[in-house]
């Protein structure tokens, strides 16, 4: 270390006089974005026209109207709602566990819904995106309760290395058979197709307000993980030792997931990478600190997603891309990018 | 027959596989058929030949359906979806006739060898250059089907009409009577129903109407062009859309997300068979803010359309007769 660095101390105390306005920053440009994804689409809209439907904000029948008020602000706010969910349940998850992968796919939420789903459409019969979301919610919470329940197994309880184990191996159980009934049935499969892609299309406001209740309390109850998560991220022993309760507070944790994860999911679809991504870059921009990467994620996702989202809908008109398309082809380099040129904070 | 797959297929699920595997040798009651060697020439050009015509035919399910309007009975039918539901299958008796497969793309060939079989028949995809059965996607055991018996099938291709001259001409070159009263009926009853629909029709200048499916994420436009009953519709005199840009790798429709579900305003809807119900526009217009953005939609001119099933003058005569109704019924300034 060279003598003219300035002592760590500083560096954080700084750091944290940028965080907080970076914070105010973060919201303006989630705005912006918001603005972006309610006039922009497969359709153009004058501007003009949008602003006037805004301004209202009564469908006065005409297909600017509906569009912008019952097709684009509905799955902007969607949009919002769900990419927060992601990106703060996978940066509780990525603190939980230890485990600088762990994101909703990997602990079993995405297998659980899906499974759930396909459930539905082959046992009960049911069919649209508005009946799998309860399916996929209550898949997402069972898949997560098994995992937590079989790491719990043995003295230690739910250790990092066990959630993960359980994880797997709860993933690729369900997957294992969610398959085996969509070989044999070639509805289920064509559904699920759709379904499994991670999509904002198709999803209007009786979804929003359907899973807004759970999401909006889940994101609250998440920002409060902040100290916890810091405790843990010393190791157990350590977080023991400063009074914490490692087991309640992994329980807390992992319930706040199910519902954000299970929600996010069970509306849109597994949607890969923004809950994986995100707390990197969370973390990257902000240190080791919980207290700031639980806020960063909880902003820094939905201003992906949304961007992908717009993406999707204005390169292929007058057809458009799922966001899940999207994020696959323009996250997944972005994420070896950073694993290649950042230093990643440890988890 | 991959036109299947790229939209929710609301098929009903799958009843429990239907065995009738015991009564492998009570099919094949083809009438006599002409002694000495025999030949057809299939939708792909290529010509299959045998020492004496074939008698224990496996067939798709459309297929079979048109080779029993001849009175040919195969041994062994394969059909995309359970065969108490396929259009073409429901109504027919298959007592004693082994079911193969009742999903796209699966087929029990080993119970298909135990038919002994000495013609596959299947019909040829010209833009897959496939038989059904054979096409890609097709599970690699399944395909194994083709290596059981020469294999042939008239060529999905530009008519139903086409389709079904096709089939007769095999089931006569089979040792089917196609000349019997029966068979003329339902021919007269679909000549018939034709001079319905194309009266209908020039009683109606200017109505114009699309084939549609709407899903959760968006709006198909079907191309008239992969649709041999489409392409027929518009030959009776019909305007039907074709759609401007179809999906370059998979050109049986095109897409158009939800906020374009108004891009086409025909005066009558031809709504995908496979998902329509009766009570099924007035479901869309309630789920999907854009769908009654199409005038039609709104006025409820919305009518089944048989979907790249018809392989029978008598079921295209039954479903024409539908379409000539919606037709009548139909207000060529609802599209406007």
Not at chain 1, 243 to 248: I, Y
Not at chain 2, 99 to 127: F, N, Q, R, T, Y
Request: charge should be negative; charged fraction near 15%.
């Amino acid at each position: 270390m060279s003598v003219v660095s300035p002592p760590a101390t500083t560096r954080v105390a700084r750091r944290a006089s940028a965080l907080g306005p970076g914070l105010v920053a973060l919201c303006a440009v989630l705005a912006a974005v918001a603005f972006l994804s309610v006039t922009q689409g497969s359709r153009d809209i004058g501007l003009s026209e949008v602003l006037h439907a805004l301004r209202s904000f009564d469908d006065d029948g005409s297909i600017s109207s509906t569009i912008t008020l019952e097709l684009r602000v509905p799955r902007t706010l969607l949009g919002i709602l769900v990419g927060a969910a992601l990106g703060v349940a996978g940066a509780i998850l990525q603190g939980v566990t230890r485990n600088p992968l762990a994101d909703a796919g990997i602990m079993g939420i995405n297998s659980g819904a899906a499974a759930f789903v396909v459930f539905a459409i082959t046992v009960l019969g049911v069919r649209g995106v508005g009946v799998y979301v309860w399916f996929a919610f209550a898949g997402a919470i069972a898949a997560l309760f098994l995992v937590y329940a079989i790491a719990s197994l043995g003295r230690e309880g739910a250790t990092p290395v066990k959630l993960a184990l359980a994880g797997a191996a709860v993933t690729a159980g369900l997957a294992s058979v969610t398959s085996g009934i969509i070989m044999t049935n070639v509805t289920a499969l064509n559904e699920l197709r759709f379904w499994q892609v991670g999509s904002l299309a198709g999803r209007y406001a009786p979804i929003l307000t359907g899973v807004a209740p759970f999401l909006l309390v889940g994101l609250a109850a998440a920002l409060g993980f902040g100290r916890a998560l810091n405790g843990l991220a010393l190791g157990e022993d350590l977080a023991r030792g400063l009074g914490q309760h490692v087991g309640r507070t992994r329980v807390a944790a992992f319930a706040v997931v199910a519902v954000l994860a299970g929600a996010a999911t069970a509306a849109c679809g597994p949607i890969v990478f923004v809950g994986l991504v995100v707390p990197h870059v969370a973390r990257f921009i902000c240190g080791p600190d919980y207290r700031w990467i639980l806020p960063y994620s909880m902003l820094l996702a939905p201003i992906v997603l949304l961007l992908a989202d717009v993406l999707g809908r204005v390169v292929a008109q007058p057809d458009e891309v799922q966001v899940g398309v999207v994020l696959g082809v323009v996250c997944a380099p972005a994420f070896v990018a950073i694993v290649r040129y950042a230093r990643l904070s440890e988890v | 027959m991959r036109a299947w797959r790229p939209i929710l297929a609301v098929a009903v699920l799958s009843a429990a596989i239907a065995g009738c595997g015991n009564n492998t040798d009570s099919g094949g009651t083809a009438p006599a058929a002409a002694a000495g060697p025999w030949s057809f020439t299939g939708g792909s050009g290529q010509v299959v030949k045998a020492d004496k015509a074939p008698t224990r035919i496996i067939a798709h399910a459309g297929e079979a359906a048109a080779l029993m309007s001849f009175g040919i009975k195969p041994v062994g039918i394969y059909s995309d979806e359970s065969v108490k539901t396929d259009p073409n299958l429901k109504n027919l008796d298959l007592s004693g006739i082994t079911i193969l497969g009742e999903e796209w793309g699966k087929i029990d060939v080993e119970k298909a060898a135990s038919l002994a079989p000495d013609l596959i028949v299947g019909d040829w995809w010209p833009a897959e250059k496939a038989h059904s059965g054979m096409e890609e996607g097709v599970d690699e055991k399944s395909k194994k089907l083709a290596e059981l018996a020469p294999v042939t099938g008239v060529s999905q291709g530009k008519s139903i009409v086409e389709l079904a001259e096709g089939y007769e001409a095999l089931a006569k070159s089979l040792g089917a009577d196609v000349d019997k009263p029966e068979i003329a009926a339902n021919k007269k009853r679909f000549e018939e129903s034709v001079t319905a629909f194309k009266d209908a029709v020039t009683a109606k200048p200017g109505l114009s109407v699309a084939a549609m499916s709407p899903a959760d994420d968006k709006l198909y436009v079907a191309n008239p062009e992969y649709a041999p009953e489409l392409l027929d519709l518009q030959s009776f005199g019909l305007d039907v859309l074709d759609p401007a840009s179809p999906d370059p790798s998979f050109p049986y429709w095109e897409n158009l997300s939800w906020e374009n579900a108004d891009k086409y305003q025909p005066d009558l809807i031809l709504w995908d068979g496979r998902s329509f119900t009766a009570t099924a526009n007035a479901e869309w217009g309630k789920k999907q803010p854009t769908w009654f953005k199409l005038k039609a939609a709104k006025a409820g001119a919305t009518v089944s359309w048989p979907a790249f099933w018809l392989h029978t003058y008598g079921d295209f005569a039954t479903e024409l007769d539908k379409l000539t109704e919606a037709v009548k019924a139909a207000d060529p300034n609802v599209g406007g």
